[in-house]
């Protein structure tokens, strides 16, 4: 099992940038499917961008262009850059392994985007 912490989140301005970090217990260089979710309030779960041991991403419509995934086994941690930010990106965003060894929800980090 490994552990995720999120972190990163904060308020800003429609239009601003955040990077959200996900530091992991061990190494993340073998777990072959890393991702971010957010939950916005009164919504469901949904996937934000997933990144394979290999190098290849994918990412939800709605992020397409704006949001980049990235990660660094060397510090066993993965990125997530967030520019031109909407009010509708306001969410607690959670990372998680998809394929892997198993791991709990985390507490997320709260990012929340003011218009």
């Known amino acids: 099992q490994v552990q995720l912490v999120e972190s990163g989140g904060g308020l800003v301005q429609a239009g601003g940038s955040l990077r959200l970090s996900c530091a992991a217990s061990?190494?993340?260089?073998?777990?072959?499917?890393l991702g971010w979710y957010r939950q916005a309030p009164g919504k469901t779960r949904e996937r934000v961008a997933t990144?394979?041991?290999?190098?290849?991403?994918s990412y939800a419509d709605s992020v397409k262009g704006r949001f980049t995934i990235s990660r660094d086994n060397a510090k066993n941690t993965m990125y997530l850059q967030m520019n031109s930010l909407e009010p509708e990106d306001t969410a607690v965003y959670y990372c998680?392994?998809?394929?892997?060894?198993?791991?709990?929800w985390g507490q997320g980090t709260q990012v929340t985007v003011s218009s």
């Open positions: 061990g190494s993340i260089a073998s777990i072959p499917v």
């Open positions: 998680k392994v998809l394929v892997g060894p198993s791991n709990n």
């Open positions: 990144m394979t041991s290999g190098g290849s991403t």
